[in-house]
């Protein structure tokens, strides 16, 4: 399995970004792809997660209604929408795979992902 994270960069406050993670090496009808990032001196936050098959989505309360997950199974590709980005969103974005999913796809307990992309980093300027 290889997921390719990529689209970061620097922008500045209330812009928007979005990122994309490109899935391949296997079936992921019944994974549930999670977004994280880890801002420096941080630990890792969970941002939400989306199921490949039905697409239900659960999105972290510090981003919800600025930030959308979405998936393209024709692509194989799980996208992050972020809007009205702000200083505090500044981090590493990570994808990652969890090929035995619970039935709530809201825990974000890193643990729970079997793969993990390498990672784009996201910054954003006051």
């Known amino acids: 399995v290889q997921l390719q994270a990529s689209g970061g960069g620097l922008v500045q406050a209330g812009d928007s970004l979005r990122l994309s993670c490109a899935a391949s090496?296997?079936?992921?009808?019944?994974?549930?792809m999670g977004w994280f990032r880890q801002a420096p001196g941080k630990e890792r936050e969970f941002v939400g997660a989306?199921?490949?098959?039905?697409?239900?989505?659960y999105h972290a309360d510090s981003v919800k209604g600025r930030f959308i997950i979405s998936r393209d199974n024709t692509k194989n590709t799980v996208y992050l929408q972020m809007v009205s980005l702000k200083p505090e969103d500044t981090a590493v974005y990570y994808c990652?795979?969890?090929?035995?999913?619970?039935?709530?796809?809201?825990?974000?307990?890193?643990?729970?992902?079997?793969?993990w992309g390498r990672g784009t980093l996201v910054t954003v300027s006051s």
């Open positions: 990652a795979a969890d090929q035995d999913p619970p039935l709530f796809i809201g825990l974000g307990n890193a643990r729970d992902y079997d793969y």
């Open positions: 090496g296997r079936t992921f009808s019944s994974y549930v």
């Open positions: 989306i199921r490949w098959s039905g697409g239900n989505t």
